[in-house]
């Protein structure tokens, strides 16, 4: 706010004088009679005295909000001195003569147009109005000519004294943006630079104000979060700013907006070419900077580098999801162990790798698409085959000893079911009582299991439920052997049958897993399981759970009152390295399993057993054991267990006997040791058959002994165990039966007749003869035994009895006699 003097004093005189008109410039005369000429000086304001960091509210040009009023003006208006009394006539300036006398007397002749228009090319004609008479004509000329010389040195000074304010003004408004735009008050800097380019528009500086005021608005704008670095680069590309030329500090500041830009945005190829051909352009431009063109181009060096790593990490990551899509498009039940070893490749190499966290999705999705890859489809495989004539089968009904039908010729063999035994793909029945082969059928050198024994209740006559035809036929037998009813399960089944309820469940090699009526043979329906089926599908007693191995690396637990697949516990065991079906364990309680025992060949070779949780609602994918246990050397047989204890011979042929522990901090497995006869062979037990060749295995035990198998002959071993002090072995005393090489599974005999069950085994004796056998498991007595061969090296010798009945009479490498009945 600028305020103006109501008084001055006379310069002749010194006498005080009113103004009338303080804020104009004019002539004025004084009572002493003396003409001087008044002008207004207005004040400058302070720059120093305005608030730093602070952003005005309104803008305008010209005009500063200052923090506090300016101090007043005490300066004395400028006047000037006319000796002759006379003020000078101005051009276009009328003299308002009536201007009435002011309090001391005196009269303001001011002028009507406050424009005073001066000039080299105008003529000014200054008249003095004379009051008096003058002494000599000389002196009027003298005193005008003083006087516009005095008038123009006046003007001169006021002209240069406005510049250099103006000048001072300038350099203190821009050292102070400078200064802002140094602190990174990029706002504030770019209000005062466009300020300083308004109000100065011929200076020097204004292109670099110009440029200052883009950077600090540009670099304001990079400080946003919400603002687009791209944005900013498009501005700059469109209208470089390196073709003009411009101090060091603002090619400083460029190169900080550079820097800036770089640090926002992403490593474009693009904007760092850019920026760099900017950089290079700069560096000519300030050639002796102080490294800020060379950090610039560092930045550069550092985003093209990252740029570089970044590109062959997304190659990487392109061909890493590459193979795990190729690894995601095997069929269902594979993906899974496939993900999870390609997963553990990866870590090994890279354990840093940033592709675990798709590896693991895949893996989930793996679990979902293979629990719902398994589907029960309804009545989809052929119905029953009818039951053939007897006029189309081919081949022999049954065989019988020529003997026996000769001295007997009323045998019957419907008066008891025959105990069944399968010798390279031939079914032989054996009487129960004295062993003869009552028949045989052929069933293909595939079929290595034994025959079922189906009885719907309990007067109904049983029925013996086989495999035909290397596998792909499941036939009905009664008890001499004839074919009741026969379908096809269009698929091939090596692993055997298990029955479980009125219903067959056959698993085959396809992947299928059919489920037969017993009745009549009618096919229900499969089990879609995408993988091959080499074991019988386990159920524990009185269940509706079953769980089936799925070679290679499953075992799939199934609901067969649902028909569902509950849940997939992932062994990745590999195709056909496991020695049995999984074994349920009751560690919970003794009527629903809580976990399954897996034993299996690994490379080494080891066996290894593994005990794995099952699956829940809440957890349906079961991928690690949560106990394992290995044997070193070749294959062992499969471990038998007893309630919560488990035997296992390993192939040293050391017996060892384990507990399933309870206790949830504890191995599951508690081995019992002897303490005097610790991991000894079964050699110091029957040192009289460590010489003997045959197989070795357990059978069954108990509380207080165990039949075993040991190097070809049948045993009993009695023991004594308890936690204080361990186990106690003890051998039987002779005979020990011999069994030479297992031919089939040994099949346990359930007959009131005996005083306990019996072991019907099938073997292989040193001689090359195969010997059937009966062996009472309580009294260590062998019940009966018959020499068989499949071989016939004669051919048959026929004979007709009657005209009705035509018989085949055989004899087996073996020496034994067989008499067949002829069906044409």
Request: glycine content about 4%; some cysteine; charged content about 20%.
């Amino acid at each position: 706010m600028t305020k103006y003097p109501k008084k001055t004093n006379c310069p002749a005189c010194g006498v005080r004088i009113r103004l009338k008109y303080p804020q104009q410039a004019h002539y004025h005369e004084c009572t002493c009679g003396e003409w001087f000429f008044y002008e207004p000086i207005k004040e400058d304001v302070d720059p120093q005295t305005t608030r730093l960091g602070s952003t005005p509210k309104s803008i305008t040009p010209r005009v500063t909000k200052l923090a506090g009023l300016p101090p007043v003006n005490t300066t004395a208006p400028k006047v000037t001195i006319f000796r002759d009394h006379e003020p000078p006539v101005q051009v276009n300036t009328t003299l308002n003569l009536n201007e009435p006398e002011t309090e001391n007397g005196e009269t303001s002749i001011l002028p009507s147009d406050e424009t005073i228009n001066l000039s080299a090319t105008t003529s000014v004609d200054i008249t003095p109005t004379h009051q008096r008479a003058k002494s000599s004509s000389i002196a009027p000329l003298l005193i005008t000519s003083g006087l516009f010389v005095l008038v123009m040195l006046g003007l001169t000074a006021a002209w240069l004294f406005i510049d250099v304010a103006k000048l001072e003004t300038e350099e203190k408004k821009r050292n102070y943006a400078q200064e802002q735009l140094q602190d990174k008050n990029f706002l504030l800097a770019s209000v005062k630079f466009e300020e300083l380019a308004s109000l100065h528009p011929q200076s020097a500086w204004h292109q670099e104000y110009l440029l200052l005021e883009k950077v600090a608005s540009l670099r304001n704008g990079l400080e946003s979060e919400s603002h687009n670095p791209s944005e900013t680069f498009e501005k700059l590309r469109a209208k470089p700013l390196t073709t003009s030329e411009h101090s060091p500090f603002a090619w400083i500041q460029y190169l900080g907006l550079m820097q800036a830009l770089l640090e926002k945005s992403a490593s474009d190829p693009t904007l760092l070419d850019w920026v760099e051909v900017e950089a290079y352009n700069v560096k000519k431009k300030i050639p002796k900077d102080e490294g800020e063109t060379e950090a610039v181009l560092a930045l550069i060096a550092e985003k093209r580098s990252a740029l570089a790593k970044q590109k062959l990490e997304e190659q990487e990551k392109a061909s890493f999801l590459a193979r795990l899509k190729r690894l995601e498009a095997q069929p269902a039940p594979l993906v899974f162990q496939s993900i999870q070893d390609f997963m553990e490749q990866e870590l090994l190499q890279n354990p840093k790798s940033n592709n675990i966290s798709d590896c693991k999705i895949a893996l989930d999705n793996s679990k979902n698409r293979h629990l719902r890859s398994i589907v029960y489809e309804k009545n989809n495989l052929q119905e029953t085959q009818p039951q053939p004539s007897q006029k189309s089968l081919q081949g022999w009904k049954y065989f019988q000893h020529a003997e026996q039908f000769l001295r007997t010729p009323n045998w019957s063999p419907e008066l008891q079911t025959p105990i069944l035994t399968v010798n390279q793909g031939i079914l032989y029945a054996f009487d129960r009582t004295r062993g003869n082969v009552l028949w045989v059928k052929r069933l293909g050198g595939d079929v290595q299991s034994s025959p079922l024994v189906f009885s719907a209740n309990q007067g109904a006559e049983p029925t013996l439920i086989t495999l035909e035809d290397n596998g792909i036929s499941l036939s009905a037998l009664d008890k001499s052997g004839s074919t009741l009813w026969k379908t096809s399960l269009g698929g091939t089944c090596l692993a055997g049958i298990t029955l479980w309820h009125n219903t067959a469940l056959i698993p085959c090699l396809e992947g299928f897993l059919v489920e037969v009526e017993l009745a009549g043979g009618n096919i229900l329906g499969r089990w879609n399981l995408g993988q091959s089926l080499l074991q019988p599908i386990c159920i524990p007693h009185d269940s509706s759970f079953g769980f089936i191995p799925a070679d290679p690396g499953n075992i799939l637990c199934l609901d067969f009152a649902t028909k569902k697949c509950t849940g997939i516990i992932a062994s990745n065991h590999a195709l056909g390295t496991l020695i049995s079906s999984p074994i349920p364990v009751f560690l919970n309680n003794q009527k629903e399993p809580s976990h399954i025992l897996l034993s299996s060949e690994e490379p080494g070779p080891i066996t290894k057993l593994r005990v794995f949780p099952l699956p829940t609602t809440q957890n349906n994918y079961i991928n690690e054991p949560m106990y394992s246990l290995s044997f070193r050397g070749g294959i062992i047989p499969a471990p038998v267990p007893y309630q919560n204890r488990l035997a296992i011979l390993d192939q040293t042929q050391h017996l060892s006997f384990f507990a399933w522990n309870e206790e949830v901090a504890k191995p599951p497995l508690i081995p019992f040791f002897d303490e005097k006869n610790q991991n000894k062979p079964l050699a110091t037990l029957f040192e009289s058959l460590k010489q003997k060749q045959g197989s070795s295995q357990v059978l069954a035990f108990d509380e207080t002994e165990a039949d075993i198998l040991y190097n070809g002959n049948f045993c009993k071993l009695l023991f004594a165990w308890n936690l204080r002090d361990g186990l106690k072995l003890a051998s039987s005393k002779p005979p020990f039966h011999q069994t030479g090489a297992l031919l089939s599974k040994p099949t346990l005999v359930e007959d009131p007749a005996l005083s306990r069950n019996a072991w019907a085994i099938t073997g292989k004796l040193p001689n090359n003869s195969t010997i059937s056998q009966l062996i009472d498991s309580e009294k260590n007595k062998l019940l009966w035994k018959t020499l068989i061969s499949p071989l016939f090296i004669a051919p048959p010798l026929t004979f007709t009895l009657t005209p009705e009945k035509n018989f085949f009479l055989l004899a087996d490498t073996a020496g034994n006699l067989f008499l067949a009945k002829n069906n044409p």
